[in-house]
């Protein structure tokens, strides 16, 4: 027999976190910038892609990042190590990164640095490929990381995670010679589930498809904001 289980409680609380995410949302805009919210299971791969992300994206984009773990500074001090703004939110006990967290570490980001001044925001979940896709943040944009080594089923075992998801991002193909695993059949249980999702198969490792993943962040984003003030208006 199949069952699902949805309980009223759980209900209130994610229509609770929507709230927040709606405000966190409405102040990334009026600071100009686009957030981008990164899951996937522990280990597919999500800071090794950002290391790499921040140091192509870094010349032509103001970034930051607000690095979620249940413990541990771990991945935060990886990702510092490029220069980049990173705002580390230790989620104790709970298996994702929920609005009021995010709302907290967007605090920390106003009195520490200038927000007006960023232009993407990378959100890096608590590894889990389930409780993330769940609650939103306020991003503009879910990304989904599946590793080749995690198996062809899993987006029919975790639909929600990959229904959500604007691109999903197939890691790890430098490892195919040595699995069997077939990135077509990913692509066609994802399709099951999501027919709009963006699926660009890459590998942080040998580079092979980060120029996509790139290509897409910055038809997702919003505009460069101008590093200068715009020259004023001339009145004749
Ligand atoms: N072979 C291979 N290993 C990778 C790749 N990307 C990440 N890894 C390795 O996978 C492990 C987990 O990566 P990490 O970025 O910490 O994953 P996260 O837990 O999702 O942040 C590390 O040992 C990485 O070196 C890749 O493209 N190919
Ligand atoms: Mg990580």
């Known amino acids: ?82 220069g980049i703004p990173v705002i580390a ?6 298996c994702h990164l929920d609005a009021k967290m995010v709302a907290g570490g967007m605090i920390q980001l106003e009195q520490e640095h200038q927000p007006d001044d960023l232009d993407l925001i990378f959100v890096e979940n608590v590894g889990n490929l389930v409780c993330p896709a769940e609650f939103e943040v306020g991003e503009h944009a879910k990304v989904a990381l599946l590793s080749l080594t995690e198996g062809e089923d899993k987006p029919l075992k975790y639909p929600i995670m990959f229904r959500e998801a604007d691109c999903l991002l197939i890691t790890k193909t430098d490892l195919a010679p040595y699995l069997d695993v077939s990135i077509d059949t990913i692509i066609e249980n994802v399709r099951q589930i ?35 003030a715009p020259p004023s208006l001339s009145v004749v």
Request: aromatic share 4%; with cysteine; proline share 3%.
């Open 89 to 94: 939110i230790n989620t104790g006990r709970a």
């Open 1 to 82: 027999m199949h069952q699902t289980v949805d309980t009223a409680l759980g209900i209130n609380l994610l229509h609770a976190n929507q709230h927040i995410a709606e405000d966190n949302r409405d102040r990334f805009n009026q600071w100009g910038v686009t957030c981008f919210n990164l899951m996937s299971s522990p280990g597919a791969g999500k800071t090794q892609l950002l290391e790499q992300t921040l140091a192509a994206l870094n010349a032509e984009r103001k970034m930051a990042v607000i690095e979620g773990d249940m413990t541990t500074q771990l991945d935060a001090d990886r990702l510092r190590r490029t």
């Open 194 to 228: 999501n027919t709009k999702a963006t699926i660009i198969p890459l590998s942080a490792k040998t580079g092979e498809g980060v120029a996509d993943w790139l290509q897409w962040l910055r038809a997702a984003a919003k505009p460069s904001q101008p590093t200068t």
